[in-house]
């Protein structure tokens, strides 16, 4: 595994040559050390703003605070309207559903609950955070970002900075 991408030093396991050595380097474990052991690259995934955050976020909030039976009422109505926008673009839902394990680590179904209740929900343009990291004394290495609708959720994109 790459050094600079190591868990924190408090999920380390004591004894080995890089847990040994990042005890000595600053305690941010968002900041990942690099060869040197100096903690310099901040690697993100973030939800990526869409033109439909607002109403996620109104959509998530109420998801969070309803009964099981509305959640699951509202799973269904997820489920269906994102099948039948598979299929409006030649895909079909069941074979989503049956890659969805492979590619997500979790079943289908999980995943959509895990997308509505997941409040606070917070999203940010690349523009903004390289901005707000730029000041913050850190340089963009690489970014991964996708353009999504963002009608049945708005992705992560990826980044990776390094503290200058």
């Not at 673009?89 to 890659?99: A, D």
């Not at 979790?106 to 995943?111: A, N, S």
């Amino acid at each position: 595994m790459d050094e600079q991408f190591l868990p924190a030093p408090e999920n380390r396991v004591r004894g080995t040559r890089a847990a040994d050595r990042d005890h000595r380097v600053a305690r941010d474990p968002l900041v990942a050390p690099d060869r040197s052991g100096a903690r310099r690259s901040l690697a993100l995934a973030l939800y990526g703003r869409t033109r439909y955050c607002g109403a996620w976020t109104r959509i998530k909030r109420w998801y969070a605070s309803a009964g099981r039976e509305q959640q699951e009422r509202a799973q269904r109505i997820y489920i269906r309207s994102f099948g039948a926008y598979l299929l409006l673009r030649g895909k079909r839902l069941s074979r989503h559903i049956e890659q969805y394990r492979r590619k997500r680590g979790m079943e289908f179904r999980h995943g959509v609950h895990d997308w509505l209740g997941g409040y606070p929900y917070e999203s940010i343009r690349p523009g903004e955070l390289h901005a707000l990291l730029e000041r913050s004394g850190f340089a963009r290495v690489k970014q991964i970002v996708k353009r999504r609708s963002g009608l049945f959720g708005s992705g992560c994109d990826e980044y990776v900075y390094r503290k200058t």
